[in-house]
């Protein structure tokens, strides 16, 4: 090794970073080791804020900061760069928002000299920064817990996983292994430390250094690693990695299984893009890497979930497992080899209440066993009486996509309607390669047992349950003052020491109790009147001895210029004193939205603190659209707090049934309340609407809403081809020939892109505020908002010039379950097919095209003003027994 003139040489690649770089550089100047020891190479990389004039005032007091000032080469060739000009001992990479702490260098250094012959690379913590707090540590930090050699052919240390950049190595000079430059590889940070491990299998630990890692509160990184930019050059890396061996080292075997897990978690992992034959060849190259990692690598990783390490387990070796089940258990074997063992199956319970003396529940089964088994059986004894058991149908639940957007897991689902006379046990049994085996329930949060709370009691009407953790059982008795009166004193107890205001909640809630039932109903905010409010004036004016209140999550000025002045002594404001009292006390919950925080006053938690004296309402999801988004790991009837679903197409009745685990009962097929206020007779007038929905990998994700992404957006098909289509002479010809308008509707997410849209034809507004039915064209892409229009049965056109983007999974979903190939207008991907589709509807007088009109006239299940009464006589007629 050539002689060093400096210690250390620390890299420092600079872009547009005037905020943070004198931070930056000042943690390297205040460090305990000699600062004239160490090299500073900053690399400026074509920055175009005032980054350059700082480093040139730093060079001015330092001259061993030194500058280099490039155009734009990318992260990969500016640390290259900064390696080949570097004179120190050893060489560590900082980037320019981040920051070392004070005593790294020194004890970097005094390792690595220390170690010098065993080890070419020493880690050390590194720490993501949140608005100045410390993050949740990477699982690397349970391997590496002192400072010291790591052996990574031990078992120990295989999941110690180097993937980001903190870290100092040995300076080779001209034999130097440098930065992967192939465009758009994104790998570059963890290739570069495998080339370096791979030589001794070992590196350095030292604990009393630290990298703190500034998170930025916007981020695209999940976008770049999108398999839609990075599958094939992935699995390339992989391939050609692995290629080196017979038998891969499993320390890089657990680097493989982190990499496709974290992108299968974010949903970035599967290339989606690719159709039919040639998308399972491309999953094929993920099997076979899978094929040349051990069995025992995959089911101990620390990062993967139990259910995702059985996803990838079948898809490594679909064939080749057995599953044994006995009474106490179940068990999956490769050969003799044992994978997998659980001496129960659990039970997650999602709705359950007592209600007339009838014990509700919705609940799924879950084993990571029945991704390799056949269907299992449910069955109910009662009263211990095994010989008079009874079967509980079963039905696949939508928690087969379990923590991903891909099926990857088997979970069944059941419901229970029991009555609970001369019943005093209850006990469940999974059946399963004709074993019985015990069904262990677990009650997370939301629900009057909970596992969270340790609260196994719950009594309401005359009866009292309890659920036995050891026996696995549900006992039932009648609700004796015996057994109520202990727990009222636990519960007294328990919020009276540190808990004073929900006790005195609790109090006001019991107090209030009226005989007549409550029915709350909520918009959302912001909203100025959606469905909710129109159910609400009419079931108001209904005379049934029935108290009602419009929720308002708006201000008083908003609610007063938006709700009708005889209304007004009948709202209640979100997350009042009156809100959380009512709310304990509602029979109906009536809402247009459906998330909790839309309607529910508590956090999960606390409401599950009041559930031993809530009501416990019956809630009805009035939808704010027709649901379009093929999204069933949200919106499926396991995933949401609702127990009837209002819908207005027979299109909404077969999908929810076939798609998202619902039953004919618990769907109200009665229209949404805003239609009786929608004619749809009147006639439109001369006017198009151009109203695409938003894309989420274009905007960066912020801690509570969306930040623009400029230079990203404006590169993107979507805005080239949507922008050349408002551009386009031949629209502007059209337009002129046909006296139209056309208005451009950008969803208020994309709103901050409006300056992009500019010089536009007179023709042409942005964001004019008219109601739906002057129009007599809509354009749109994937937006629900389409199904306005086809009530209005207007003429539509889907214009998506990102398809292949949204198909792919980049988007927060890839599918629309009214398949566009199914829809009710014509499909383009191209300004130029748009524009030829809206040419020939506009020389038909912008009429729908027959076969369109057609479905149009028989899509909605009613075409009339009497939305509203409908579901008022769903509502008061009966519950829906579940």
């Given amino acids: 090794m050539k002689q060093s003139d400096y210690d250390i040489s620390i890299i420092v690649p600079v872009y547009n970073v005037e905020s943070y770089l004198r931070t930056c550089l000042d943690s390297l100047i205040v460090q305990t080791y000699d600062f004239s020891k160490m090299e500073v190479i900053t690399i400026n990389d074509g920055s175009t804020d005032g980054s350059l004039n700082i480093l040139q005032e730093y060079h001015s007091k330092y001259e061993n900061i030194i500058i280099l000032d490039e155009e734009n080469s990318g992260l990969s060739e500016t640390r290259n760069k900064g390696m080949r000009i570097a004179k120190g001992k050893y060489i560590l990479f900082l980037d320019s928002d981040d920051t070392l702490t004070p005593n790294s260098i020194e004890n970097l250094i005094a390792f690595f000299d220390k170690h010098f012959d065993e080890v070419d690379l020493v880690s050390y913590k590194i720490i993501p920064m949140l608005n100045g707090e410390p993050k949740k540590l990477h699982y690397r930090y349970n391997y590496l817990t002192k400072t010291g050699v790591y052996d990574l052919r031990f078992k120990d240390n295989w999941y110690v996983c180097i993937t980001t950049m903190n870290y100092c190595i040995k300076n080779e000079f001209e034999n130097n292994i440098m930065f992967d430059t192939t465009p758009g590889f994104r790998h570059e940070d963890q290739k570069f430390s495998m080339d370096i491990i791979k030589k001794k299998l070992k590196i350095g630990y030292v604990a009393e250094a630290e990298y703190l890692y500034l998170q930025q509160p916007q981020s695209i990184t999940k976008t770049w690693f999108h398999a839609y930019y990075l599958f094939d050059k992935t699995m390339n890396f992989w391939e050609e990695f692995f290629n080196q061996y017979d038998k891969v080292p499993e320390y890089f075997q657990a680097l493989f299984i982190n990499d496709i897990n974290w992108k299968f978690r974010s949903g970035i992992l599967l290339p989606y893009h690719f159709e039919g034959q040639e998308y399972n060849n491309q999953v094929n190259r993920i099997k076979i890497l899978l094929k040349k990692t051990c069995d025992d690598v995959l089911l101990n990783h620390p990062a993967v979930d139990k259910y995702h390490k059985h996803y990838f387990l079948d898809l490594k070796n679909h064939t080749e497992y057995i599953v044994h089940t006995a009474p106490n258990g179940v068990a999956l074997l490769n050969g003799q080899t044992l994978l997998y063992a659980d001496f129960k199956i659990d039970i997650s319970v999602h709705k359950l209440k007592i209600k007339n003396g009838v014990l509700k529940m919705l609940a799924y089964l879950k084993s990571p066993i029945f991704l390799h088994a056949t269907m299992p059986q449910l069955y109910m004894i009662v009263n211990n009486e095994r010989g008079n058991k009874k079967e509980i149908p079963l039905r696949e639940s939508s928690f087969s996509y379990y923590a991903s957007k891909e099926k990857c897991a088997k979970a069944y689902l059941f419901e229970l309607n029991v009555s609970l006379i001369n019943i005093e046990k209850i006990k469940f049994y999974i059946k399963l390669n004709d074993e019985l085996i015990e069904g262990c329930f677990m009650f997370p949060l939301g629900l009057p047992l909970s596992d969270k709370l340790q609260r196994y009691q719950y009594y309401r009407d005359k009866y009292f349950i309890e659920y036995n953790k050891l026996t696995n059982e549900f006992l039932i008795s009648e609700n004796i003052f015996q057994k109520r009166f202990p727990i009222k004193v636990k519960n007294f107890f328990y919020f009276f020491f540190g808990m004073k205001k929900k006790l005195l909640l609790r109090f006001l809630a019991g107090l209030y109790r009226p005989k007549k039932e409550i029915w709350l109903y909520y918009d959302c905010k912001g909203v100025k009147r959606d469905n909710a409010y129109f159910q609400f004036v009419h079931d108001i004016n209904q005379k049934d001895n029935i108290k009602r209140y419009y929720v308002s999550n708006n201000n008083k000025k908003f609610t007063n210029d938006n709700i009708e002045s005889k209304y007004i002594k009948n709202v209640i404001y979100f997350k009042s004193l009156k809100h959380y009292i009512f709310y304990l006390n509602a029979d109906k919950v009536i809402t247009a939205f459906i998330e ?103 905007v960066g994700k912020q801690v509570a809403s969306y930040a623009s992404m400029e230079h990203v957006f404006i590169e993107s098909e979507f805005f080239k081809e949507s922008y050349s289509f408002l551009k386009s002479p031949q629209l502007i010809e059209m337009l002129e020939t046909y006296d139209y308008e056309l208005n451009f509707k950008l969803h208020p997410i994309f709103k901050k892109y409006k300056k992009f849209y500019k010089d536009l034809d007179k023709r042409i507004k942005i964001n004019e505020d008219n109601p739906d039915s002057d129009y007599r064209i809509f354009i749109t892409d994937f937006s629900s908002y389409v199904f306005d229009f086809v009530y209005l049965k207007r003429a539509i056109i889907y214009f998506v010039p990102d398809y292949i983007k949204f198909k792919s999974g980049m988007n927060l979903y890839r599918e629309v379950d009214l398949k566009f190939e199914d829809g009710l207008g014509d499909f383009c991907q191209t300004s130029f097919e748009t524009l030829q589709s809206l040419e020939e509807l506009l020389r038909n007088n912008g009429m729908p095209k027959k076969p369109y009109l057609d479905k149009m006239n028989n899509f909605f299940i009613y075409d009339d003003y009497n939305q509203c009464k409908r579901i008022y006589n769903a509502l008061i007629n009966k519950e829906l027994e579940i």
Wanted: glycine share 2%; proline share 6%.
């Fill in 596 to 698: 909790p925080e839309n309607c529910l006053p508590f956090g999960k938690k606390t409401y599950t603190e009041y559930l031993d004296i809530a009501k416990i309402p019956e809630i009805i999801y009035l939808q704010h659209g027709v649901l379009h988004a093929h999204m069933p790991w949200k919106y499926s009837l396991d995933r949401l707090l609702l127990d009837r679903e209002v819908v207005s197409t027979h299109f909404e009745v077969s999908n929810l049934i076939s798609n998202y685990c619902f039953t004919q009962e618990h769907i109200i097929a009665a229209g949404m309340p805003r239609y009786d206020y929608i004619d749809n007779h009147i006639e439109s007038k001369k006017k198009i609407l151009y109203a695409p929905s938003w894309r989420s990998y274009l």
